[in-house]
């Protein structure tokens, strides 16, 4: 919370008399922000406690009060009067040594207090002592009422110090209240008798005898009489009877609501001073007559003189000024002369007859100058501007000048000059400009727009209406020129076009009888390397985008061609670049669902690649995806190319990458070959040039070095009596005596149909099948190599290197009984230890015999 100043005054009453005194203590305080700003009209809470002894003593009382500042920031508190939290206020004992005032704050108006002081109360609250003291003494009972009959003052303070004698202090909202009330009662007083009556003895020009302030917008001194003078002055000698004065507001206000509000005049014949002197030092107005009815806010009348007569000395004011607050004129002239002018003004000298300005007014309808035609169904012009003199030609007829900035909110203000035809129906220009000259020099236009300072325009063309159709500007010829020419003398645009809605900002077209171009742009400098035609974006539309509208068509949208015996970077007829962290630098759509063209064809007569893609980054060179059955790349030769349809190779001999990656997550192969020549291998690999490996035609693998699988058996597949989910890896099998060709679990002791045992991870699964076999209700039976088995200890405990055979349980073997093993009964040889009383599985070097 911010910290809060407070600059605190505490009154305490010091009322003393034999009545009852009222147990209570006024609190005062003014409220500041950390930036000794005054907290105006706020809510504020303060817990108040008397603390008996020292600043730290125990609290003898303590209450919660609530109020609100005024516009000064001023709170104003009864201790005594709020809400109880500890102790009796009128059981304060105040004869029993030193007391202090705690108050801790909320500048909130809530309970949290942030901020605390402690103060001593000094003498004033021991006033309510005095009840209780036995002193007794004078004094007087508040309210207090008394009648005395005397001629000298009744009540009399004396201050030789700095302070006021006697203040007044009132904090009620009530009307009509005042602070300090001085009362004639009688009604026919003597003359010059006053209810408040001010004196200043000093004799210097600074004393004031009265003085009323007000620091809001009332009245600091207010006089009120049903037929008399509210406030009377008069002056014996040299000096004001009235003086008004004022800093910033109005020194002296006269009003009425019937009568005159105020009447000057000189009675005496022979006096020829002015009925009325006011001046001023400032540059204000010194005589400001206004009216909101219909009479005159000046009427002069006289026989010989000048009605009105203005002088001045100054070139910048003016004799005579007139101004209108509201609808009417300021300065009307009228009469009824063919050959006069209402209003005529002439210039002896070098400046101007006439002039027409606006001085104050900031809401851009004053008018300077203001011609009319038509009223009351006149005709005739409503400005003319003429030179009769054929050797003037130094100077212009008609100058329109300003040096203000404008109105950019709305262009129809703020302009040096503004020409309007107000008629629907009109088929005239506003404004018409027109030179009859056999020379093209520069200047000999109908229309001559210049800018000469470092912005603006020479010309704007603006058709504001938003439901028109009308161009701003339109440009004819009938000659052989040019119906526009532009020209930019340094590095500005010649022409800059731009749309705010869903047009365009250029617009060129040839009607259907022509055959010139909507546009030709051509670069005649060969020094210069700028582009021709640059369009640029920042929106999401395309920065440009050409369009061939003819279905019977065979002419391209967009041509790019370029003659030039360098391939260098950038040498392109079409060169598309992305800047951007995303986007790309060419894009080619087919985007009709029935067309059959391709998005992009790229041909080379010479011997240059039909397609070079690089990425410089971790990108692809080349990324290809396909939505529909087609392939996302499809390299072809024709029947009569003798080239290769793909070519992928690796010139980094540091680049551990594969040249490459084919990867699926569908269901489909990876990678299909199909050979469909008359001879030829499907797939031939090479070592430094040399072939190792080969699949020829048929589907047969020669392997120069061999293979090496990762398995560790020879297997293979077959069907098995019952479901395949029955079986699992390690079960010993035997052959079926009931089906061809299928195998099922053991369940005799040295059985001669042992054939194998479930693989685990074969090396090589022999089967029948065709490869495209899924080998569905088949399982791997490995019939040599390492195979994890299930044994037992039936035989006994198994060591490495004991011979096998079936036992009595499903599927698992044990250690064979030398004695009577005979031939085809041996699964194979234990490669590890077993003395576990449950089965398990270990590995058996498997080799029936």
Not at 408 to 437: H, K, M, W, Y
Not at 461 to 477: D, E, K, M, Q, V
Request: glycine share 18%; charged share 10%.
């Amino acid at each position: 919370m911010k910290k809060i100043l407070f600059s605190v005054g505490i009154l305490l009453g010091t009322f003393l008399s034999y009545a009852q005194v009222p147990e209570k203590m006024s609190y005062q305080a003014v409220v500041r922000n950390n930036s000794g700003q005054i907290l105006a009209n706020q809510s504020i809470g303060i817990r108040a406690s008397i603390l008996q002894g020292s600043p730290a003593g125990a609290a003898v009382y303590s209450e919660r009060l609530v109020g609100n500042t005024n516009i000064n920031g001023l709170i104003t508190l009864e201790i005594g009067s709020g809400t109880v939290l500890s102790g009796t206020f009128n059981a304060i004992n105040w004869s029993t040594g030193n007391y202090y005032l705690k108050t801790e704050t909320d500048p909130s108006g809530g309970t949290t207090y942030t901020i605390t002081g402690t103060s001593q109360l000094l003498s004033v609250p021991y006033a309510m002592y005095a009840k209780t003291a036995g002193g007794g003494g004078g004094g007087f009972a508040i309210p207090y009422t008394n009648t005395v009959n005397n001629a000298g003052n009744l009540f009399s303070l004396i201050n030789d110090g700095d302070g006021t004698s006697i203040e007044g202090i009132n904090n009620t909202t009530t009307s009509s209240v005042a602070s300090v009330r001085g009362i004639v009662s009688n009604t026919a007083p003597g003359g010059f008798s006053s209810g408040v009556r001010g004196i200043n003895n000093g004799t210097g020009g600074l004393g004031i005898g009265m003085w009323g302030s007000q620091a809001g917008s009332g009245w600091g001194v207010y006089g009120v009489t049903p037929a008399g003078i509210g406030v009377y002055g008069n002056a014996s000698g040299n000096g004001y009877g009235v003086f008004a004065n004022s800093n910033t507001g109005t020194g002296l206000n006269a009003t009425s609501n019937n009568g005159i509000a105020a009447n000057f005049a000189i009675s005496n014949n022979a006096n020829s001073n002015n009925v009325i002197n006011a001046n001023t030092l400032g540059n204000g107005t010194v005589i400001n007559v206004s009216t909101t009815g219909t009479g005159a806010g000046v009427f002069s009348s006289t026989g010989s003189g000048f009605a009105i007569h203005g002088i001045t000395s100054q070139q910048t004011s003016a004799g005579i000024i007139g101004d209108n607050s509201g609808a009417g004129e300021a300065v009307v002239g009228r009469t009824t002369s063919d050959i006069a002018g209402a209003v005529v003004g002439r210039n002896d000298g070098g400046g101007y007859g006439v002039r027409g300005f606006v001085a104050t007014n900031t809401t851009g309808t004053g008018i300077g100058v203001y011609g009319q035609v038509g009223i009351n169904s006149s005709k005739g012009r409503a400005g003319r501007f003429e030179n009769t003199n054929a050797s003037n030609d130094i100077n212009n007829t008609f100058e329109v000048e300003t040096n203000g900035n404008g109105n950019i909110p709305d262009n129809t203000q703020g302009n040096a000059a503004s020409f309007l035809v107000d008629n629907t129906n009109s088929v005239g220009a506003a404004v018409r400009g027109e030179v009859n000259t056999i020379f093209g020099n520069f200047g000999a236009a109908g229309i001559f727009g210049i800018s000469s300072g470092t912005g603006g325009r020479a010309g704007l063309f603006y058709a504001s209406n938003p439901s028109g159709n009308g161009a701003a500007l339109i440009s004819l010829t009938d000659g052989n020129g040019d119906a526009i020419v532009a020209n930019a003398g340094k590095d500005g645009d010649a022409v800059e076009a731009n749309v705010d809605g869903a047009g365009r900002a250029i617009y060129g077209w040839t009607p259907t009888f022509s055959l010139g171009k909507p546009a030709e742009f051509q670069n005649f400098n060969t020094s210069n390397t700028n582009s021709v035609v640059t369009a640029k974006t920042v929106g999401n539309g395309m920065a440009g985008d050409f369009f061939v509208d003819n279905t019977n068509g065979t002419s391209a949208a967009l041509h790019g061609k370029v003659n030039s015996i360098f391939a260098n970077f950038g040498t392109a007829g079409v060169y598309g670049e992305s800047i951007g962290t995303g986007g790309y630098g060419g894009l080619f759509y087919q985007r009709n669902p029935s067309g059959n063209g391709p998005a992009l064809i790229a041909l080379s007569e010479g011997a240059g690649n039909g397609i070079t893609a690089n990425a410089g980054g971790n990108g692809d060179g080349v990324e290809a995806t396909v939505d529909g059955t087609g392939s996302a790349i499809y390299g072809w030769i024709p029947n009569f190319g003798t080239g290769r349809a793909g070519y992928f190779r690796n010139f980094n001999n540091a680049n551990g990458q594969p040249v490459v990656h084919i990867t699926t997550t569908g269901t489909g192969s990876t990678l299909l070959v199909n050979h469909q020549g008359p001879s030829g291998n499907i797939a031939v690999y090479q070592s430094a040039s040399t072939n190792v490996a080969r699949i020829n035609k048929t589907g047969t693998g020669f392997f120069n070095g061999g293979t090496q699988n990762s398995g560790a058996d020879l297997a293979e597949a077959f069907d098995v009596e019952g479901n395949t989910s029955e079986y699992e890896p390690g079960d010993i099998l035997v052959i079926s005596t009931d089906t061809d060709r299928t195998v099922e679990k053991s369940s005799k002791p040295y059985s001669t149909l042992v054939a194998g045992v479930y693989a685990t991870k074969p090396g090589v699964l022999l089967t029948e099948e065709n490869i495209d076999s899924e080998l569905i209700g088949k399982v791997p039976m490995g019939v040599i190599g390492v195979i994890p088995t299930k044994v037992c200890l039936e035989g006994g405990k198994i060591k490495r290197g004991d011979l096998l055979v079936t036992s009595s349980k499903s599927g698992v073997a044990m250690k064979a009984n030398i004695k009577k093993v005979k031939i085809g009964q041996v699964i194979g040889k234990a490669l590890q230890d077993y003395d576990q009383n449950s089965v398990g599985k270990i590995k058996v070097l498997v080799n029936i015999k």
